[in-house]
Each structure stands twice: as structure tokens, then as C-alpha cells.
């Protein structure tokens, strides 16, 4: 499986949800943790898939996380949404 399949199957079972959550309950922290190789392109493009525009996660991505130039590190633990 490539980098970016990886990433987007991990995004795709993050935005899934914790199992068992009922609708009273807070939902989990959605967090990704960086691989070798990963940018906010890539880790975007699995949350909106292919047809979507990543740039505006991208955006939210570098905001949320305070993430400068870009520049992510491997094991960089990322929030995906509130």
C-alpha cells in the first residue's frame, strides 16, 4: 500500500469515530501521528479524497497544529479537528 493509501486509511478510521460512543458522550480527539514522508498535502488529500480540495484542510491543519513552513516531524502527533 503507498504512503498516501496509508494515510488516507488512517484518516478514514479516525474520522470513523471510537467505537461504542453514543450521542451523549464527548467524541474521541481525532489525532494522526506523522510518518517519514508525510506532508499536509498528502495527510489533506486522505481526509477529503481524491475528488475534494485539500487546500483548505491544509489551512485548518497548519492552524490547528501551529505547524510552521510546513515542515512536519516524524511521530508529530497532529489534532485533525476539534
Known amino acids: 500500500m503507498g504512503s498516501?493509501?496509508?494515510?488516507?486509511?488512517?484518516?478514514?478510521?479516525l474520522l470513523a469515530g471510537r467505537p461504542g460512543a453514543?450521542?451523549?458522550q464527548p467524541a474521541?480527539?481525532?489525532v494522526y501521528?506523522?510518518?517519514p514522508g508525510d506532508t499536509l498535502w498528502?495527510?489533506?488529500t486522505g481526509v477529503v479524497g481524491r475528488a475534494g480540495d485539500p487546500r483548505p484542510v491544509v489551512?485548518?491543519?497548519?492552524?490547528?497544529?501551529?505547524?510552521?513552513?510546513?515542515?512536519?516531524?516524524?511521530?508529530?502527533?497532529?489534532?485533525?479537528g476539534p
Open 4 to 13: 498516501l493509501g496509508l494515510v488516507a486509511g488512517v484518516v478514514v478510521a
Open 22 to 24: 453514543g450521542a451523549g
Open 28 to 30: 474521541a480527539p481525532r
Open 33 to 35: 501521528v506523522v510518518r
Open 42 to 44: 498528502g495527510i489533506a
Open 59 to 80: 489551512d485548518r491543519l497548519a492552524r490547528l497544529n501551529r505547524v510552521r513552513d510546513g515542515v512536519l516531524r516524524p511521530g508529530q502527533e497532529l489534532r485533525l
